[in-house]
Every structure is written in C-alpha cells, then in structure tokens.
C-alpha cells in the first residue's frame, strides 16, 4: 500500500469531497516513527449538515429497497472488502501501530460483521400470531430506525465501525461515520470499497474530525441514532447529551479486565492467554486483561514461567512480521502509561519486568515495552484505572471466593478470564462474576460477530449492545399491527375468490 500525506477527503452524498468547514488540520503520526502519514480535516457544522442531509434523503428509497437486496449489496461488501484485505491491514498497522498479524485478524473479524449482517432476512423477520381474538391477527414487524451514526475509537480503525455498519444499512438505515482522528486512513480504503458496490449515493458518509464532529452529530435533530465505542467518561457524557434529544444510544466504554489463574491451571497454556490478552495490540484493547488474580498458590507456580515469556517479547515496528508488541498510539499515550507505573512503582509494586524506557526501537516512535507488576494491592489506584497500554499488574487471593470479590469491586464490567481445569470452579465463576462477557482458558473473551458485545457497569450504557442479535434490535423499531377482515373470504367482492 502506498502512503499518502495529502489532506483526507469526506465522503458525502456518494462523492469524495474535500471539507467545506474545515477548523484547520491535525497530522496522522505513524506511532512507530514520528512520520507524517496523512492531514485530517477537522470538519465542522456544514460538514455535518450535508452528511446528515445525504442520509435523510437517501433514506426513503434505501429502506424501500428489499431486504434480499440490501443482503446483496452486503455480500458484495464482504468480496471487495477481503480483495482489499492487505491494504487494509497494512493501513491499520501504518496509522494504529498494532503488529501486522493483529492487524490482519483486525480486517477478518470486520469481514465476519459483514457476513453475520449478511443474514439480515433471516434476523429481521418479525413475529405474528393467528386468533389473538376471534377472527384477529396480531403481528409485530422491523423497520428501520432512521439515520444512523457512529463515533469511532482508534484502537480497532477498521474493525470497530463495521460493529455498526453493516447492520445499520442491511436493516434499512442510512449511515454516517466519524472516525478517530488520530486514524482516518483505514475507513478511506473501506469507503473506497462501500463506493463501488451500488449503493445508492448518501446511504454511507464519512465525515472527518474531532469533537465539532463529535458534538454535531450528537446534536442534530436528523439523526436518530448513536453507536460511540471510547473511554468510560466520554461514553457517559455522549449517552447523557445524545439521550437528551430522543436519540437511541449505545455508549461502550473503558474497562479494567481480570484474569483469574486457579491452582491447577495448566501453566504453558494460561502464559501464552495471558501474554496476548495483556500485551497483543499493545495493551490497548477494550478486552485486554490487565490484572491477573492468582489464587493461591497459583502465583508460585505461574510468575516464574510469565516473566520469562514477558521478557522474550520483541517490540518493535508492528509492519516486522517479527514484531510481537508495537508501539502505542502516541508519545502522549506512551508518557501518560509510563506515568501509571511509576505511580504504581512509588506505592509499592515491584516492576517484575519494565518496560519503561525501552531500548532498541525507532527513535520518535512510541513505545512501551511490556510490563509486569507484582504484589499490588487489590485497592491500588493502577488496579482500579484502565492504563491502555501493555502493562500487567498481579493481585493475590487465598480463595476463589476472594479473587470473585476483587473482580466485583471494579467499576467496570466488560470481560474477565478464568484459567482453570475444574468444571466447578468455572460454573460458579460464570454465574457470579459481574462482567458481560467471561473466558474460560480464553485470554481475550471478546465474541464472535453473532454474539453480543455485552459489557456491563461503568464499561456500558444503553440497552443494547453491539453486534449479534442486539444489533439488530438497535438498528430496526417494532411495530405491532392488529387486524381483522369483514369479510368472510367467500363470493365476489372478498379478496379470496377463486382463480
């Protein structure tokens, strides 16, 4: 893929078009150099306008479009986005700085939303009931809601607006997206893509920038629903401020993941789930796990094997196959983590391994090598906090019963992990522990695209989640219809007659 650092495009109405309201430009930094990538615009109230504008014109005609159709239009989707599958991931890796093999799983599990919304004439169907009352029928069907936004994270720049799209424009919707600023790039090829399946023009948009964007969208009378995946207070502020003008809203937010290591946890097996839930995107993943909690005597028998693991990793330019961690989004974000240990360091962890100050990669580049800390306080502000970056921080229980207790007590509820090879300690686990979404032996618990994203607590705010069935109750409203026929089916003038 050929890097380009021209200033970035809208997509509105089925034209590229350059920002009529443009507050300035922000350079897209490669995390793994310092080089400048690209200039986003950041767009501002007419841009928003005109998106939201194409959208409510298009919708009319894209919702009358059968639902079979709509699935087609998907299916081509699905074949341009894998033809494009390479380029994709190597913007990911570019802008995002994630190794290119999370980079290519990143593209593959945006290519299955495709495939699950692929379903959509199936998973809209609605329900009806004969004789609810004496010659009555009662039936309930989906329509779509209207048009749909979406606010996007720069963790997951292709993965995560295909949570949301696909399915918003296979229900009947018409789409706008705002993508991370800190990553427009990779939406770029994806609507490159969405522009030459034959959807009919305003049905997808793209409008780049910052919070003008942001607050616009949350804002405007015609748009009727927000997706938003971001940290827990924005996710708060954008649920309260979008709620406020009847829109529907689904907010994800931060987390603060555990990772419970029983006694007899088989050890190679739980280092390797561990190593890539902590580490794998550099730490920066909604999912990842960032405390482990040992029981017992666990933590003899699994700190050793860990550390050394940890400390194999490689760091690096995530486009070197060889890379195992690359860097993190910004120096900003690198200096902000390094914070976080140091604070947790001067309270009195032990920096098992450190990755502070790592040696040996691109000077301007934005690293943090992995980092372990032990024999942290279950109350240690760095336990309570999500850090966003590789760092590991190990909290000791006696029992499963306290490890449960220390999972609770996170404000958060996205996913948790249970490493263990008894059935009974993993039912009890499941049917106690406050999270949405629980691993057993899985480091990164986070389903596959025709399950829910199900977080909970602070980690969540609305009623439906992303992706699965959920997504499709987002994206459509139900209408009941009741009926009855007078007339009694026989002879001229009923609709049954006879052919």
């Known amino acids: 893929m050929t890097i380009s650092t021209d200033l970035l495009n809208n997509y509105i109405g089925g034209t590229w078009v350059p920002a009529r309201d443009a507050a300035g430009t922000l350079d897209v930094i490669a995390p793994a150099t310092g080089a400048t990538l690209a200039q986003v615009p950041l767009s501002g109230a007419a841009d928003v306008d005109a998106a939201v504008a194409a959208a409510r014109a298009a919708l009319p005609a894209w919702r009358d479009v059968n639902v079979i159709e709509r699935a087609r239009r998907l299916f081509a989707l699905r074949e341009g986005l894998i033809a494009r599958s390479e380029d994709l991931a190597q913007s990911v890796t570019a802008e995002m700085g994630k190794t290119i093999g999370d980079a290519r799983a990143e593209v593959a599990r945006a290519v299955e939303m495709v495939e699950a919304a692929c379903a959509i004439p199936t998973t809209m169907q609605g329900r009806i009931l004969e004789d ?29 607006p295909f949570w949301f799209l696909p399915f918003a424009i296979g229900c009947g919707n018409t789409f706008v997206l705002k993508p991370s600023e800190q990553v427009p790039m990779t939406q770029q090829i994806a609507f490159e893509v969405l522009d030459g399946i034959g959807l009919p023009p305003g049905v997808v948009n793209l409008v780049n920038g910052g919070r003008e964007v942001v607050e616009g969208l949350l804002d405007h009378p015609g748009v009727n629903a927000i997706s938003f995946v971001g940290s827990a207070p924005v996710a708060k502020l954008v649920y309260e401020r979008a709620a406020k003008t009847g829109k529907r809203v689904q907010a994800l937010g931060g987390a603060k993941n555990h990772m419970v290591v029983m006694p007899d946890a088989v ?27 040992t029981v017992g005597d666990a933590h003899e028998a699994l700190i050793g094997p860990l550390a050394e693991a940890t400390r194999a990793l490689s760091v690096g330019d995530g486009a070197d196959a060889s890379t195992d961690v690359g860097p993190v989004i910004s120096c900003q974000a690198r200096d902000r983590i390094a914070a976080h240990v140091d604070a947790a360091v001067a309270a009195g962890a032990v920096a098992v391994v450190d990755g ?64 263990t090879e008894s059935g009974a300690a993993v039912r009890r686990y499941r049917h106690e522990v406050e999270a949405g979404m629980v691993g057993v032996n899985i480091g990164v618990a986070a389903p596959v695209a025709f399950f829910p994203f199900s977080g909970w607590k602070d980690s969540f705010l609305g009623d439906l989640h992303a992706h699965g069935p959920d997504a499709v109750e987002f994206f459509t409203r139900k209408k009941t219809v009741t009926s009855r026929w007078f007339s009694d089916g026989q002879g001229s003038g009923s609709y049954f007659v006879e052919r």
């Open 132 to 160: 609810v009352s004496r010659g009555i029928d009662a039936e309930t069907i989906r329509q779509p809601v209207g048009v749909c936004a979406a606010i996007a994270p720069f963790n997951f720049p292709m993965m995560v």
């Open 356 to 419: 502070r100050g790592v040696e040996g990669v691109a000077e301007g580049g934005a690293f943090v090598g992995p980092t372990i800390l032990d024999d942290v306080a279950p109350d240690a502000e760095i336990v309570a906090e999500e850090v966003f970056g590789p760092v590991l921080t190990i909290v000791r229980a006696e029992t499963l019963d306290d490890a449960i207790a220390i999972v609770n007590a996170s404000r958060f509820g996205n996913g948790t992990s249970i490493f």
């Open 267 to 293: 050890i190679g097996k739980t280092v390797d789930g561990l190593l890539a839930s902590a580490f794998g995107a550099a730490g920066q993943r909604c999912m990842a796990g960032s405390v482990v909690v």
